[in-house]
């Protein structure tokens, strides 16, 4: 069986199984954004693909910001070589990712890991709730089971969350095998995407629904884009910032 035709059944059966997980979440969504919240996605990795399909993106909602471990050098002022491939384990720099945050209480997040068991996404679930936000986890719960959590207290992303979206990926990733052992094909980047965005245009639906018109995001590449975004995003000055 070709790559593409099991990807897109494992996308079918992901967006089928999480139906109910994903209205969930997109209420969550709602309530934010109805009391004056910002939707603050975060990833490491591959998974900061799919903070960018949440934060800033075209068809997506303007009040939303993208967290990243390079925060720290953007908003903290630290060097550019703290940035190591090991960084997303650390605890300790999860605290530092908040607090430079334009964070209100009334916002919701939404931390993206396939694993879900690294220091940072684990501590940075931990802060999201001790500070009484809504945390919405995006994760494969296969791989996450079969893991030990590298977080100080043994708890991984899908123990912290008041929704848990799980995209289906298998332990490993990837859904091809060689002959000789091991497999390739990634998949968690594609249906993580999917839920990503199934969230966000079911937060949209409910929004009109509501009698409501959502903030979203025109293309700057349509005419009128840059005019539209710019004054949506004036909106929430303070809010949301559109760094690199």
Known sequence: MSYATQVLELARTVA???EHQVRQAARLIVTSLRNGGVVNAFGTGHSEAIAMEIAGRAGG??????LA??????YGGQPPDVLTAEL??????????????????????????SSGVNG????LARIVKDRGHALIALTSVEHSTAMTSRHPTGHKLLDLADVVLD?????????????GGGSYGAVSTITSALLAQ?????AVEELVALGETPPIY????VAGGDAHNKALESRYAGRIRRGA
């Open 16 to 18: 089928a199984r999480q």
């Open 69 to 74: 471990p390079r925060d720290l050098v953007l």
């Open 198 to 202: 199934l969230v966000v245009t079911t």
């Open 88 to 113: 997303e384990r650390d605890p300790a720099i999860a605290q530092t990712i908040y607090d430079l945050a334009p964070v209100e209480p009334q916002d919701v997040f939404v931390l993206i890991s």
């Open 61 to 66: 909602l303007v009040p939303s910001n993208r």
């Open 120 to 123: 940072t996404v684990v501590e």
């Open 167 to 179: 995209n289906g990926a298998p332990y490993g990733d990837a859904i091809l095998e060689l002959p």
């Open 218 to 221: 025109l293309s700057a590449n």
